[in-house]
């Protein structure tokens, strides 16, 4: 699937099915924190879950539902992880920037994003204190994306009654996706009527489109 479209010989790219970088920034114009809920609603569905459905969770689902149980968690907890620094980023608004990042909106390092939204940010919070969402940044977020493997004790088995045995260290793939789903659902809500995250999604949404 190409990632730009072409009208009248200019080239933009799609930042959502369907969606350019000139769409949103036509569309950004309705959008006032503290506005109209409806508009805002329409952000999150056009925008912010048609990116993260065919970018990420359709994606997580096919794997789910093709796999046969060798291995598939990797690449699973892998795509999981790298949403969860992308739904961080989102939320506080933030913007990664390899070299010379400039705070308070940008960043270079993700290990403090990371976290924090883990052990801070519901439902998350019922599943990691600081030094679990530590633990899990370094030898599972990590370790997969740099190392293609968990470290420390962690493993990954498909599904169980939790999401996150901390004491065993077990990421229950299937159960964790369904947490951040849930994660994705509540925060399309909370941005409806939240001031302060409508103007870190649109510090977010406008860079994207830059």
């Known amino acids: ?19 350019t970088k000139d769409d ?7 959008l006032v924190p503290g506005g109209d809920a409806n508009i805002w609603a329409e952000a999150f569905d056009k925008f912010l879950l ?13 794997v789910r539902d093709k796999g ?10 892998s795509i999981q992880c790298a949403l969860i620094e992308f ?4 939320r506080a608004g933030k913007n990664y920037r390899h070299k ?20 801070q940010t519901a439902p998350f919070d019922k599943l990691f204190s600081k030094g679990d969402a530590e633990d899990f940044y370094s030898n599972v977020r990590c370790a997969l994306l ?3 493997r968990t470290k420390n004790g962690w493993i990954i088995w498909v599904t169980g009654t939790i999401a996150i045995d901390r004491q065993k260290k077990i990421v229950y793939r299937d159960s964790f996706q369904g947490v951040i789903e849930g994660y994705i659902n509540n925060y399309g809500i909370a941005l409806t009527a939240d001031a302060s995250l409508q103007e870190a999604f649109l510090r977010k949404f406008n860079d994207l489109a830059a």
């Open 24 to 30: 949103w920034t036509k569309f950004a114009k309705q």
């Open 68 to 77: 046969e149980w060798e291995g598939e968690g990797f690449t699973i907890v």
């Open 1 to 19: 699937m190409s990632s730009t479209v072409t009208s009248g010989g200019a080239r933009s790219e799609l930042i959502a099915p369907g969606k």
């Open 146 to 148: 740099h190392e293609a």
């Open 100 to 119: 010379r990042a400039q705070p308070p909106h940008e960043y270079q390092n993700s290990r403090e994003l990371f976290v924090d939204f883990l052990f």
């Open 50 to 62: 048609g990116r993260l459905r065919s970018r990420y969770l359709k994606p997580i689902a096919i």
């Open 87 to 90: 739904l961080a980023a989102t």
